[in-house]
């Protein structure tokens, strides 16, 4: 009557030796690591050489067709003038087309009645001479153009300037994560993880004359640009 109390107790036995012997070979995680955190930012400097223009030309008809109509042969000479300065037709693109009613509102009546239409249309000119910029929003004007949207000016070398501000966010990162390591006592281990993020190079706008003829050639000063890269990092803090 004693022998299955027996195998009981040595299947007991047995899975207790199973559990000890589980949690021996379960690595301890080390808490106790630490880590330096530091983040920078790099700044480079550089010149425009490329512009991008919004040229627009809107009409004003009682109905809309000869609205789109005297919109189009005011358009069509205005690129085509474009184009004689030296702008190839791959760099002239629609960016906008719109034909919306003309309405006024009679107070006496309180009724809001179409009086006509209008018909807006607006070209996107990539220049990649600085000094066109001003022959060309002379001559859309001088060619019917009556809005002159934007000018946002932008570099080539973008790419290039951001790897010198990249170079240098990640040098300062470094220089502080060592100072911060030696501060507390030990030294700067290796990079866990590094990552970036940037505006790119911060373009200029400046609003033009939306009517009229330029008596004289517009001056164009694109200035500089200041392009920034912002980094974040992770390093192994190595204790004494």
Request: hydrophobic share 40%; charged share 20%.
């Amino acid at each position: 009557m004693r022998k299955p109390t027996l195998l009981v107790f040595s299947v007991l036995s047995t899975s207790i030796c199973a559990l000890a012997s589980v949690g021996a070979q379960t690595p301890v995680r080390d808490t106790a690591r630490a880590e330096i955190v530091t983040a920078a930012t790099g700044e480079a400097q550089l010149a425009p050489d490329r512009a991008t223009v919004y040229v627009g030309v809107q009409t004003r008809s009682p109905t809309a067709a000869a609205a789109a109509r005297d919109n189009a042969q005011r358009q069509r000479a205005v690129i085509e003038a474009i184009v004689s300065l030296g702008i190839p037709r791959d760099q002239i693109a629609t960016e906008n087309y719109s034909v919306a009613p003309d309405t006024r509102y009679d107070q006496s009546t309180q009724k809001t009645t179409v009086v006509g239409y209008v018909v807006s249309n607006v070209v996107r000119i990539d220049v990649h001479r600085i000094d066109q910029i001003a022959s060309v929003l002379d001559t859309a004007l001088g060619k019917g153009a009556n809005q002159i949207n934007s000018l946002d000016f932008y570099s080539s070398s973008a790419d290039s300037a951001r790897h010198v501000a990249l170079v240098q966010a990640i040098s300062r990162a470094r220089a502080d994560a060592q100072v911060m390591a030696q501060a507390a006592g030990g030294s700067l281990g290796s990079l866990i993880e590094l990552s970036t993020s940037d505006a790119g190079p911060r373009p200029v706008y400046r609003m033009a004359a939306t009517a009229g003829i330029a008596a004289a050639p517009t001056p164009i000063e694109p200035g500089q640009q200041r392009l920034q890269v912002s980094v974040s990092a992770r390093w192994r803090f190595v204790r004494p």
